[in-house]
């Protein structure tokens, strides 16, 4: 082989390997409302970048755009990726605006109820287009077996994305991660708390393992 | 399309209207003929059963299509039951003799979130309350 074609070869090599690192997984923080998702977007952005994504609430959809936190690099282990992080919506199949009224006025709660619905639109197609690997956060202390639940979980899987299913709020009585083990014995389920920070590190090195 | 009441009148005071659609008037249509569909009959109050179910594919554009049309007083959106559901715990016996994950082995229930207080399911039967008032 001539030197050029070596050199030539070694180069693209380089910068294929540049570029295979440097693209950022987009990943898909999904899961029914008031699972934790912003309080853990949150978290992972404070964590590594210093700054954070979006408001958490106990009042559903308070997230109803998707949001996203690019280039956060998460290392453990020796392993490291690259992730843009999008927070969305819950997912649902209904929105009342009623359920915010007692929170706020009517224009508000009907102003809040479009949003939403807009919003888990929006994180609908994005799950069609344009993600790369899923995050998929359920509330431990409630029972995960639900139609959204198992059907979000079956377009996943038709799609082919990788997926990882955190079992949030452990600090709860109620939790239960073998509940969520159960339900979903197909995929790895991770436990943490991301209001507490209970677990990170296997959050951290799960990520860094699944989507590096 | 079958009716199970004795009634086309969606206004008619009490029976609810069930549209049950079958496999074979599913099959020749597109995505969005099965979507305008389904969301045609909730719209009009119906129970919509399909008997072959969606694909995950059909499942995402419709959860899409509904947020889309929800507006207050008027719409709050959908609720759906499937049996057998297509997870893996349904690698029961059952489950496996109908096909496991198929579409054609999800019995889908939709109906009005605002009419259906809850779609109730177990191993043999999905029965929805419904709310007349
Ligand atoms: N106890 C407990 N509460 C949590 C945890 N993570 C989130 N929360 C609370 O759950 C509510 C919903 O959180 P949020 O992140 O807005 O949920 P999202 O709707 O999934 O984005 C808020 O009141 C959070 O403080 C957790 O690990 N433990
Ligand atoms: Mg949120």
């Known amino acids: 082989m001539g030197l050029f074609t070596e050199l030539k070869d070694s180069i693209s090599r380089v910068t294929d390997r540049l570029f295979a690192e440097e693209e950022p997984k987009r990943i898909g923080?999904?899961?029914?409302?008031?699972a934790g998702k912003t309080t853990l977007a949150n978290r992972i952005a404070r964590d590594w970048t210093g700054d954070a994504i979006g408001a958490e609430s106990h009042i559903p959809h308070e997230t109803r755009r998707a949001r996203r936190k690019e280039d956060v690099e998460i290392e453990r282990n020796g392993k490291s990726v690259t992730i843009d992080i999008v927070d969305t919506p819950g997912v649902t199949t209904k929105v009342d605006y009623e359920e915010f009224t007692d929170e706020m006025d009517e224009d508000d709660a009907i102003r809040r109820s479009r949003e939403a619905t807009e919003g888990v639109a929006e994180a609908m197609h994005w799950l069609r287009e344009d993600v790369d690997g899923v995050i998929y956060v359920l509330d431990s202390a409630e029972d995960p077996i639900t139609q959204v639940n198992t059907m979000l979980i079956g377009i996943i899987e038709s799609r082919d994305l990788p997926v990882l299913i955190f079992a949030n709020k452990i600090d709860?009585?109620?939790?239960s991660?073998?509940?969520i083990e159960d339900a979903f014995p197909q995929h790895k389920t991770v436990p943490l708390s991301a209001k507490e920070g209970e677990n990170?590190?296997?959050?951290?090195?799960?990520?860094?393992?699944y989507f590096g | 399309m079958p009716k199970a009441t004795n009634t086309d009148d969606p206004d008619a005071p009490d029976g609810v209207q069930i549209d049950l659609i079958s496999g074979e008037r599913m099959d020749g249509m597109a995505t969005m003929e099965k979507i305008r569909m389904i969301l045609d009959g909730v719209h009009d109050g119906n129970i919509v059963i399909l008997e072959e179910g969606l694909t995950p594919d059909e499942e995402s554009r419709l959860i899409e299509v509904t947020m889309?049309?929800?507006?207050?007083d008027e719409f709050n959106g959908i609720e759906i039951e499937t049996y057998p559901k297509s997870d893996t715990r349904n690698a029961s016996?059952?489950?496996?003799?109908m096909g496991g994950d198929e579409p054609t082995a999800k019995l889908t229930v939709i109906g009005p979130a605002n009419q259906i207080e809850t779609l109730h399911k177990d191993e043999t039967l999905i029965s929805a309350l419904v709310s007349r008032d």
């Open chain 1, 29 to 34: 923080i999904y899961g029914p409302p008031n």
């Open chain 1, 172 to 175: 709860l009585d109620d939790s």
């Open chain 1, 177 to 179: 991660v073998k509940r």
């Open chain 2, 93 to 97: 016996l059952l489950g496996r003799i």
């Open chain 1, 200 to 209: 990170m590190d296997e959050v951290y090195a799960n990520i860094a393992e």
């Open chain 2, 68 to 72: 889309a049309e929800i507006s207050p």
